[in-house]
């Protein structure tokens, strides 16, 4: 088995992921963030409407409720998912591969030697280890946090 060429893939497998990733949770985030702003616009914008019009302001009302409640909705699922947390944590990692990649191809050539190749395979473990803790240290721990249930569930399992 050729270890730069074994290495190089797996790279390139992992800068593949998170890229992907990041980006999802970026158009997540942008996506439930213009929601948000969009219709809380429209929910001042109806509020000035009924206080024009003082005979369809049952009406006006009603929808005022149903924005409000779907401005609840978009804040409490991007709360859940953190999708920018994820996205800056994701977009971090890409960027500390493709760094690693990019000096990998720089300086192992034809004649590196065995271990060059595992110097280059350790970092890229250590990588991947520090993105793993930071993700079960930030952002899983503090939504256990924020989520009494969760934090009950975790405390359950931890006894």
Do not use: C
């Not at 590196?112 to 930030?138: P, T």
């Amino acid at each position: 088995m050729d270890r730069k060429k074994y290495l190089l893939d797996q790279l390139d497998d992992k800068i593949k992921s998170f890229g992907k990733d990041s980006d999802r949770h970026k158009r997540m985030y942008r996506h439930l963030r213009y929601g948000v702003f969009g219709l809380t616009s429209l929910s001042a914008l109806l509020a000035g409407l009924a206080l024009s019009m003082p005979e369809a302001g049952t009406v006006i009302s009603v929808l005022i409720l149903l924005v409000s409640g779907v401005v609840g909705v978009l804040t409490s699922v991007e709360g859940l998912h953190k999708p920018s947390e994820l996205w800056i944590h994701e977009r971090t990692t890409y960027y500390l591969l493709m760094d690693l990649k990019r000096e990998a191809e720089f300086v192992l050539d034809a004649h590196a030697s065995n271990e060059d190749v595992e110097g280059f395979f350790y970092r890229f473990q250590a990588i991947l280890g520090a993105s793993n803790e930071k993700w079960n240290r930030g952002i899983v721990a503090v939504h256990q946090q924020s989520s009494p249930s969760a934090a009950a569930a975790g405390a359950a399992t931890t006894d």
